[in-house]
Structures are given as C-alpha cells and as structure tokens.
Nanobody
C-alpha cells in the first residue's frame, strides 16, 4: 500500500518560513520523481516544484528564489523549504510521486499552508 504523508504546514506571517516534509512508503522511493503541488480555494492545482530521481530540480516561476525542494532517499522523504512566504502562497500543498515511463502516480492527502498577519 502506497502512502505519502505530508507534514509541516501551518499558519505563518508574511515573510516567514516553513518546511514541508513528505514521507513515502510502499514504493521504491529512489526511482520516483517527487513533486510538490498546491491548490488554493477556487483555483486549479498547480505545480510548485519537482525533483527527479537523479536530483534535478524544476520550479514554478512564482517560487523561484524562495522555495527549495530536496530529497533524502535514505529516509524516503522529500522536503520543500519555503522562505519569504506571501499571502498568495496560501493553499493546500500536496506531495506527488511519479515513476517515469509508467502509470504509477500517487498523491498525499495535503497539508494546509496559510500565510497571514
């Protein structure tokens, strides 16, 4: 059974920082590309950042220079370090695991991030 469990969300003031974690189980973590997506109320889910199984990273323009994605294959965990948070970053953040060249595509349950003073 595949599980992706996010943690680290919460309420933070503008300019603050949060670190999201996503612990994976039931998959061979090292062969999956891992991503963070977010969905704000009334909006579609959008890509935030991806880290490939080889360690390459890609970011949405709206988070470049503020967010950093990383992974620890020994811990089966992917992280999203979020600095310089803005109110428009408020959303539910979802972890995604996607195995290249397959239909294996899994999602976590999401963690709420609220940026407000």
């Amino acid at each position: 059974q595949v599980q992706l469990v996010e943690s680290g969300g919460g309420l933070v003031q503008p300019g603050g920082s949060l670190r999201l974690s996503c612990a994976a189980s039931g998959i061979t973590f090292s062969i999956y590309n891992m991503g963070w997506y977010r969905q704000a109320p009334g909006k579609q889910r959008e890509l935030v950042a991806v880290i490939t199984r080889d360690g390459s990273t890609n970011y949405a323009d709206f988070v470049k220079g503020r967010f950093t994605i990383s992974r620890d294959n020994a811990k089966n965990t992917v992280y999203l370090q979020m600095n310089g948070l803005k109110p428009e970053d408020t959303a539910v953040y979802y972890c995604n695991a996607r195995r290249p060249y397959s239909r294996n595509d899994y999602w976590g349950q999401g963690t709420q991030v609220t940026v407000s003073s």
